[in-house]
């Protein structure tokens, strides 16, 4: 048997697992990188021919800061990179984030010397007082090895690709530690986007139709598969924040892991799109038999789309949230004058993470085109409706719903039944509406 703990002697001799795999290589916009050194938060490292994206940068920044809050808050960390490419997001974790151990691992043992080039950038250390290690052993098969072995981690994270992720879920959970950190990945945008319901039915339980909001029935998707598999397990997950970005398209979510069951499933319903009003909707599994769109009051199935169950809970922790971007201006990462991409993204997630927003939304563009009218600046109408709204002390159920690229603000809208009250503000607030 693997002894993969600091505690015991490594004995693993690094081979191919199973030589007759083929390692998959998706050619996705050129973005395999030839072995050149690259930096990343002043961190130099080489990618060889690992599959390596600069974008996801703010994916691994996002990663780190919830690692070292677990750090700080917990007096210790492990963690398990199952999935790990050149190993940035090991070499990150032992040097930002203060790990005590990480388990750098990727089924491609030709990826070794990359992998150790980058980690010997942090001593290795010896018996007891081992910091990292670097293995090449099937995911699945490695997290089974650990939770035989009773060797636990901290925080587990797997960068997979399509939806993959649905494979390594149940294994994951197990070797986590309590209230430990579980940190998935999908980038399947067309199971998101409704293309493949019978693929998503049997990947993450979940009949996911076409709807267009599809970034955020991605995330919603991916945390529901989780819930499932948590449940099966006697765990209950929490997302602590959720990450869309455009490119792959990628979604990432860091979730809690802690045993209990989700109360009620009051988090894990139906999505509804009306195709006729443009209005979404969230019901729960008793109320299956009462769905409709208020647009008419009728079971319209050729105008009312359903997909699920899915996540229909927050898709952030506000406090969680306020802890990463407390962190980030301490490290200087934020907060210097010039707004950063990630400051703009911890602090839009600030944003969404109000329980009582609902899922889904419109753009502002279609609102404005079947209302014949040329829309004024978003960031205009925004102000707007938080003057109203504010102002009494009360939040429109059907608030904006911003799951745009990177998270930034979309020119969207929840639901079409705003539309009225939208024009009133013409005369409450002095906008100018010009029709077209």
């Not at 014949?372 to 102002?391: D, H």
Request: aromatic letters at 10%; a neutral charge; one cysteine or more.
């Amino acid at each position: 048997m693997l002894t993969l703990s600091p505690k015991a002697p490594f004995l693993y001799k690094p081979q191919n697992p199973n030589p007759k795999t083929q390692h998959y290589k998706p050619q996705t916009n050129g973005t395999y990188c030839k072995s050149e050194l690259q930096s990343e938060r002043g961190l130099e490292f080489e990618t060889g021919e690992t599959f390596f994206r600069h974008e996801s940068a703010k994916g691994r920044d996002l990663g780190v800061l919830a690692a070292s809050l677990y750090n700080q808050s917990k007096g210790k960390l492990r963690v398990l990179d199952a999935l790990c490419g050149c190993g940035i997001r090991s070499l990150r974790y032992l040097m930002e984030a203060k790990a005590d151990f990480v388990l750098a691992n990727d089924a491609n043992d030709e990826h070794r010397r990359v992998i150790l080039d980058n980690l010997k950038r942090v001593d290795r250390g010896f018996g007891d007082e081992r910091k990292w290690v670097v293995t090449h052993l099937d995911a699945n098969r490695l997290l089974s090895e650990c939770y035989l072995q009773k060797d636990f981690f901290d925080l587990i994270d797997i960068d997979s690709f399509g939806s993959d992720i649905s494979l390594f879920l149940r294994s994951a959970m197990n070797t986590l530690s309590f209230d430990g950190l579980l940190y998935v990945t999908s980038t399947d945008g067309h199971s998101s986007g409704g293309h493949h319901p019978d693929h998503t039915l049997a990947a993450y339980g979940a009949y996911v139709r076409p709807m267009p909001f599809s970034n955020e029935v991605g995330l919603r998707m991916l945390i529901g598969g989780a819930v499932r598999e948590a449940s099966v397990l006697g765990y209950y997950i929490t997302p602590l924040f959720s990450y869309y970005s455009y490119h792959g398209p990628v979604f990432r979510v860091m979730l809690r892991v802690n045993r209990g069951k989700l109360l009620e499933n009051r988090h894990y319903g139906f999505i509804t799109y009306c195709n006729k009003c443009g209005d979404s909707q969230e019901f729960s599994w008793a109320e299956l038999g009462q769905i409709s769109c208020s647009c008419n009051g009728s079971h319209d199935s050729s105008a009312l789309v359903i997909s699920g169950p899915l996540w229909i809970g927050p898709l952030h922790s506000a406090a969680y949230i306020s802890e990463m971007i407390n962190l980030a201006g301490e490290w200087g990462w934020i907060g210097n004058g010039a707004e950063t991409d990630l400051e703009k993204l911890l602090k839009q997630m600030l944003d969404e993470s109000d329980p009582r927003l609902k899922s889904g939304y419109i753009k502002m563009d279609e609102v404005a085109s079947r209302a014949k009218i040329n829309s004024p600046p978003l960031r205009t109408m925004m102000s707007a409706m938080q003057k109203v709204y504010f102002s009494l002390g009360t939040l429109h159920r059907d608030l904006s719903r911003t799951r745009g690229h990177d998270g930034i603000l979309q020119r969207s809208f929840n639901s079409f039944l705003l539309l009225l009250e939208i024009l009133n503000m013409e005369q409450l607030l002095g906008i100018e509406f010009k029709t077209i």
